[in-house]
């Protein structure tokens, strides 16, 4: 088989899907992803709850109405019997004139009975409280929930900023996959034409079959590595595509290096005044300071306005007497109270404590991030500066290996030999640029500058 046809066969098999592929830059993936995360939407819900349970704390300024209706059955009704009363009470009937006697005893029992209530009672009525002092807790429960929104808002942030990275991370693995599955399929189609051309130098004497059957065995595993790649292509096309739920995604941003450094004071400077892991820590000593007004609280006097107005009632006595509407002023100080207020007082402090001393880890925490991932951007710059010469003098050295091998002044190891040390140098260097755009993006990320990024995977930064 000819060196052409080899090539022809190879591209078919192996050459990189494109035409059914969507192409997507970077900048239009990351839109995409936030408008598709499942990952997201939950963070957003997980806000949207907090601020409606935010929205419900404010109520607590507002006073309760209820309408309120009983039905009671009482074992009997309720009577005043005169006689039970005084001067009648305290009267015997011995020591009264017989005229007066006989008169009293031909009263009728009943009519001395006055009934206030039937045996059945069915009563409504409208009550109303509204608290007008309670310590402070009701604006430091407000406080909370005002609290937790911000916290939920900044969980959010840190999702979308974790997001970033995983986008970065599966949309240039594919970017690299490409190139990769090039270098492989450019080493199979010259270890082809290597082959074919020691099969012919074998035939005419020139080479020892030896040689000739280690041009065909480094074809051969050249090939196995050609599919392996073209086989991690397609697992990054598939992991970039489910993320952004699409049928098939092929990207469309190469990697890049900038032309100059971000600035590291600079860098630490931003994380640590913006960073959503701090905001969210200072939400919740907001929360912890709150907690504790609100155990506080409960040392201290309610003060609330009440009213009633009854809308129904029997017809009775008692009913009739009772009025029909009345409001006041109630207070309720606490004396003794057995649910361990100060004990909660004690557990709000030590959360509060708990809070700061999380923050001031955290900041810790933040900086060495930024320190080590700005020297694994260095490391990873050096390098690709590194390997560009490295990959020079291994495209020499096979000019030079070829050269000499057609015309018998090198073996076929030693031309194979630079062709694998050719395809290692630019495996290398996929890698290290690789490794400098991950390092630069979980820079940007920690930073809170996604913008800046994306301007660089837009062609701003030199490839």
Do not use: C
């Amino acid at each position: 088989m000819k060196y052409s046809h080899v090539v022809l066969l190879l591209a078919s098999l192996l050459s990189l899907p494109s035409a059914e592929a969507k192409q997507i830059a970077f900048a239009d993936a990351w839109q995409q992803l936030l408008k598709v995360s499942d990952k997201l939407q939950a963070s957003a819900e997980e806000v949207n709850r907090s601020t409606a349970e935010q929205e419900a704390g404010d109520d607590l300024n507002l006073p309760s109405l209820s309408l309120n209706g009983s039905y009671t059955r009482l074992d009997k009704p309720m009577e005043l019997d005169l006689r039970d009363l005084n001067p009648l009470a305290s009267i015997d009937p011995a020591t009264l004139p017989p005229a007066l006697g006989g008169a009293l005893g031909a009263i009728p029992s009943s009519m001395f009975v006055t009934p206030f209530t039937e045996q059945d009672i069915f009563r409504s009525s409208l009550q109303a409280m509204w608290p007008i002092y309670t310590g402070g807790r009701i604006s430091a429960a407000q406080g909370i929930h005002a609290a937790q929104v911000v916290e939920k808002q900044q969980q959010y942030q840190l999702s979308m900023r974790d997001l970033f990275v995983q986008l970065v991370e599966r949309y240039y693995a594919v970017s690299v996959s490409h190139s990769l599955a090039d270098t492989k399929l450019q080493l199979v189609a010259s270890l082809t034409e290597h082959a074919e051309h020691a099969m012919k130098l074998e035939q005419q004497g020139q080479i020892a079959k030896v040689e000739r059957l280690n041009a065909q065995v480094a074809l051969e595993n050249a090939k196995v590595d050609a599919a392996s790649a073209r086989r991690q292509l397609e697992m990054t096309q598939i992991a970039l595509s489910r993320m952004l739920h699409e049928q098939r995604i092929d990207t469309d941003s190469p990697l890049f290096i900038l032309r100059d450094a971000p600035s590291l004071s600079k860098l630490n400077q931003l994380t640590l005044a913006q960073h959503p892991a701090l905001k969210l820590l200072e939400a919740k000593e907001v929360q912890a300071q709150g907690l504790i007004e609100v155990e506080q609280g409960s040392y201290h006097p309610t003060v609330f306005l009440y009213g009633n107005y009854t809308l129904y009632e029997d017809d009775s006595l008692l009913a009739k007497l009772e009025p029909d509407w009345m409001v006041g002023v109630g207070v309720k100080i606490p004396l003794l109270s057995r649910d361990g207020r100060s004990g909660k007082v004690d557990a709000a402090k030590s959360a509060l404590l708990q809070a700061r001393y999380t923050k001031a880890q955290t900041q810790q925490d933040l900086s060495l991030l930024v320190d080590q991932s700005y020297r694994q951007l260095q490391q990873a710059q050096e390098e690709v500066e590194s390997l560009d010469l490295s990959l020079e003098l291994a495209e020499e050295n096979k000019r030079l290996r070829d050269l000499a091998f057609s015309q018998g002044l090198s073996t076929s190891i030693e031309k194979v030999d630079a062709e694998l040390k050719l395809s290692a140098v630019q495996t290398k260097q996929l890698a290290a640029r690789y490794r400098y755009v991950l390092a630069y993006a979980k820079l940007m990320a920690v930073s809170g500058q996604l913008d800046e990024f994306i301007g660089r995977a837009r062609g701003e930064g030199e490839g």
